[in-house]
Nanobody, 123 residues
Framework: QVQLVESGGGLVQAGGSLRLSCVVS????????MGWFRQRPGKEREFVAA????????IYADSAKGRFTISRDSAKNTVYLQMNSLKPEDTAVYYC????????????????WGQGTQVTVSS
């Protein structure tokens, strides 16, 4: 049973930073592409960032480019999302996901999801 557990969310002022973590257990981390998605209040879940299983390629939503960085640590079975220069519109529940499909910006590419972690950015 593959499990993903996110942590690192919280309340931060606009302009601040947070680092989200997602630990993967029960599967072979190195075989999964990893992604971060978010769901803002009243909105559908949307793509934020993703990295390939090798860590050699990262892609970002336009809203995340230049502010967010995705990385992975195979020794710890963990994927991170470093978020800088946070804005109130970044307020959302953030989910990590794991999958084998190369279409890594698509929700449908992912087989496993975490429970989510709340990020709230105050103005």
């Amino acid at each position: 049973q593959v499990q993903l557990v996110e942590s690192g969310g919280g309340l931060v002022q606009a302009g601040g930073s947070l680092r989200l973590s997602c630990v993967v257990s029960g599967g072979t981390f190195s075989t999964y592409h990893m992604g971060w998605f978010r769901q803002r209040p009243g909105k559908e879940r949307e793509f934020v960032a993703a990295t390939t299983r090798s860590g050699g390629r990262q892609i970002y939503a336009d809203s995340a480019k230049g502010r967010f960085t995705i990385s992975r640590d195979s020794a710890k079975n963990t994927v991170y999302l470093q978020m800088n220069s946070l804005k109130p519109e970044d307020t959302a529940v953030y989910y990590c996901a794991a999958g084998s499909n190369i279409a890594i910006s698509s929700i449908r590419a992912y087989d496993y999801w975490g429970q989510g972690t709340q990020v709230t950015v105050s103005s």
